[in-house]
């Protein structure tokens, strides 16, 4: 799997994403030889990792000898780029990175940061994994999430026509219609 015709290994780059917080459990959690070990499995070869503000600093790797060749940093300007040569996603639940992720059509695992108060993230992202948009996990179940998702089953994300809401909006306030 991830082999091309004469043998050169296909590039298959899982990004992960806390965003502008600190979520020193994600990082940690794809740090661990398990989730590097069932990422390389399922024909993943890079994983980069965007730690944000967090003080877990995870294990850089070339891939040498067969295994998974991570990197690291803590900000970017846009992650649009990565997001976009990623072929998997795996992301805190920010409904920016999660909404983004999805338009670009990647798959997308959105792993909950238990930490948070009043975590109204994990219902988008439990809302999304029972509509079959994306996979939801724990950190301490990120493996067993990976390890048992079929990126075939998920479902194309298609944005609501919000122009009905604008235009009912529009008309309350007594602005003229177009």
Do not use: W
Not at 1 to 12: H, Q
Not at 86 to 95: I, N, P, Q, T
Not at 129 to 155: D, F, V
Request: hydrophobic share 40%.
């Amino acid at each position: 799997m991830g082999d091309t015709e004469d043998g050169v290994k296909l590039k298959r780059t899982v990004f992960v994403t806390v965003g502008t917080t600190c979520f020193d459990a994600l990082v940690r959690a794809v740090d661990t030889r398990e989730v590097k070990d069932e990422l390389l499995k399922r024909g993943y070869t890079h994983l980069i990792i965007q730690m944000g503000r967090g003080l877990y600093t995870p294990t850089k790797s070339g891939g040498e000898g067969g295994s998974l060749a991570v990197d690291f940093f803590t900000f970017s300007s846009s992650i649009a780029d990565h997001l976009r040569s990623a072929s998997l996603v795996m992301s805190h639940a920010g409904s920016g990175s999660i909404f983004e992720t999805l338009r670009l059509g990647k798959p997308l695992i959105v792993v909950v940061n238990e930490d948070l108060m009043d975590n109204h993230q994990s219902e988008l992202a439990e809302e999304l994994a029972e509509r079959k948009h994306l996979y939801c996990a724990r950190p301490q179940t990120l493996n067993q999430t990976i390890a048992s998702m079929n990126l075939e089953s998920l479902l194309p994300y298609r944005p609501g026509d919000a122009a009905p809401v604008a235009k009912l909006i529009n008309r309350f306030l007594g602005f003229p219609e177009d």
